[in-house]
């Protein structure tokens, strides 16, 4: 089992940049690929980025692409979501998941593959 706990969110302006951690628990942290996702008000969840459990594959939504950057340390159990030129409409919950199955070589986008989730972290940025 795995359990994971976002840190990092806050308030920012437009055009600041912030950075996600997500800290696991769980030996087996480094066995799966990690996905960030979001969920803005009335709106449903999102995918944001994913890395595979080897940290050699990543895959970003076309709404981050070249703003965002996923990365991970498995020797520390972490993944991190460096997130610059913020805009008004990255306002929303974060969360860090993990894959449902190890080793899984193709990163996947949809929620439904993940099996252990974060608490979240609220990010809001203001004009």
């Known amino acids: 089992q795995v359990q994971l706990v976002e840190y990092g969110g806050g308030l920012v302006q437009a055009g600041d940049s912030l950075t996600l951690s997500c800290e696991a628990s769980?030996?087996?942290?480094?066995?799966?690929?990690v996905g960030w996702f979001r969920q803005a008000p009335g709106e449903e969840r999102r995918f944001v980025a994913v890395?595979?459990?080897?940290?050699?594959?990543?895959y970003y939504a076309d709404s981050v692409r070249g703003r965002f950057t996923i990365s991970r340390d498995n020797t520390l159990n972490t993944a991190s979501l460096q997130m610059n030129r913020l805009k008004q409409e990255d306002t929303a919950v974060y969360y860090c998941?993990?894959?449902?199955?190890?080793?899984?070589?193709?990163?996947?986008?949809?929620?439904?593959?993940?099996?252990?989730w974060g608490q979240g972290t609220q990010v809001t940025v203001s004009s």
């Open positions: 998941a993990t894959d449902a199955l190890e080793y899984r070589a193709s990163p996947r986008t949809d929620g439904i593959f993940y099996k252990y």
């Open positions: 769980g030996r087996t942290f480094n066995q799966y690929a």
């Open positions: 890395i595979t459990w080897s940290g050699d594959t990543t």
